[in-house]
């Protein structure tokens, strides 16, 4: 059983091919960090655009790499990432899905993104079964849910505001490093003194699972300003440490919060800060200590991915569920 997945949500074309849930036969991604970097964040029109040219080229690579001569023959299934995401950017990889489908008479599944990030585990662990709790920590998204059942989820909380990896993007455009933030700031962490500076660890006492980055995105703005009006020698590391721990302090609170109020001590943590080290240090070490079971993809599958929305994709389609033609790009789709 062959999978093809598509995903074109946000500034990365994708596109996988998956034998049943776990093989891996192919995978290509063409990444817009580049052209996007100059304006310090994701240009929607722009994007758009990229992907159009983008994605047929992919799909001739991904199938040669596959060995797919015959995809009307060969494929069993198309699953493309049909919300939530850019509008415009979604559109250029349903469409093309539903020509696909249309034309190969292959059969069409809509996956939802943050959906195919908690697959992001499942697709290369095949031990991993329900239920767990998995941390989604993305550009976009901060939610914690209880997977009770694939299929069958119930988002146990989320951010109010910010989500992390979108206070790590802001903060690295303060300090001037560029975007995406998260890699470059975690990468100077490691030679900064994280007790260096104290930030606010916001929501920390309460008994809620959920997140703000907000004020801790402003708290360390106005640090930095402080810092720079000094005009001594600007202790980047240090500030990047500092903020990389309060941002890990923070998520690890919710999870042992998570894990404590329903029992569950099997965690997943997906999405792009999922590729952060110091929070995979401190989950490992949690892990360590309570015995809960941790499961971390690869680092370049933290990030988006078709791997992921395959396997999403052939769990959705075995559990009956099918799209059709009617299939249309929805930006804001929730499945909690
Ligand atoms: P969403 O899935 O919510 O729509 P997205 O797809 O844009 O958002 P991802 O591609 O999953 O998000 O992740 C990108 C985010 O992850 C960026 O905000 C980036 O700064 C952050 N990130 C990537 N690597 C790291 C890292 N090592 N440490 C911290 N953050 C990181
Ligand atoms: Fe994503």
Not at 110 to 117: F, I, P, Q, R, T
Not at 198 to 219: C, D, M, R, V
Request: glycine letters at 12%.
């Amino acid at each position: 059983f062959l999978t093809l997945g598509i995903e074109s949500s946000c500034d990365d074309t994708a596109l996988a091919v998956l034998e049943g849930g776990h093989g891996l036969l192919a995978e290509v991604i063409s990444s817009q960090i580049d052209s996007h970097s100059v304006y310090g964040g994701v240009v929607p029109e722009l994007a758009s655009r990229m992907h159009q040219e983008a994605i047929l080229p992919l799909l001739e690579s991904v199938l040669a790499k596959a060995g797919i001569g015959e995809p009307a023959k060969e494929l069993s299934l198309i699953a493309v990432t049909s919300g939530p995401g850019l509008m415009g950017s979604l559109l250029v990889g349903v469409m093309t899905a539903k020509a696909l489908s249309q034309g190969w008479g292959v059969p069409l599944i809509g996956v939802n993104h943050l959906e195919g990030h908690i697959f992001a585990n499942a697709a290369v662990s095949e031990e991993l079964k329900p239920p767990f709790i998995s941390l989604i920590v993305s550009g976009g998204h901060t939610e914690v849910v209880l997977v009770r059942a694939f299929g069958d989820y119930e988002l146990l909380g989320s951010t109010r505001d910010d989500a992390a990896g979108e206070a790590y993007d802001k903060v690295s455009k303060v300090l001037g490093l560029g975007y995406p933030g998260g890699p470059i700031i975690d990468r100077l962490a490691a030679d900064g003194d994280p007790n260096a500076f104290q930030l606010p660890l916001p929501l920390a006492s309460t008994k809620e699972i959920e997140f703000s980055f907000s004020g801790l995105k402003t708290a360390a703005m106005t640090l930095i300003g402080k810092e720079t009006a000094l005009g001594e020698e600007f202790p980047l590391a240090d500030l990047c440490a500092s903020f990389q721990k309060a941002v890990v302090d923070s998520l690890m609170g919710k999870i042992k919060l998570a894990v404590k109020r329903t029992g569950v001590k099997r965690l997943t943590v997906s999405g792009g800060v999922a590729a952060n080290s110091g929070l995979r240090a401190a989950l490992a070490e949690y892990s360590r200590d309570r015995g809960v079971e941790l499961f971390l993809p690869p680092r370049g599958m933290c990030t988006d991915n078709a791997v992921m929305i395959a396997a999403a994709g052939y769990s959705s389609y075995m559990r009956g569920n099918r799209s059709d033609l009617h299939l249309s790009p929805n930006p804001s789709w929730s499945i909690w």
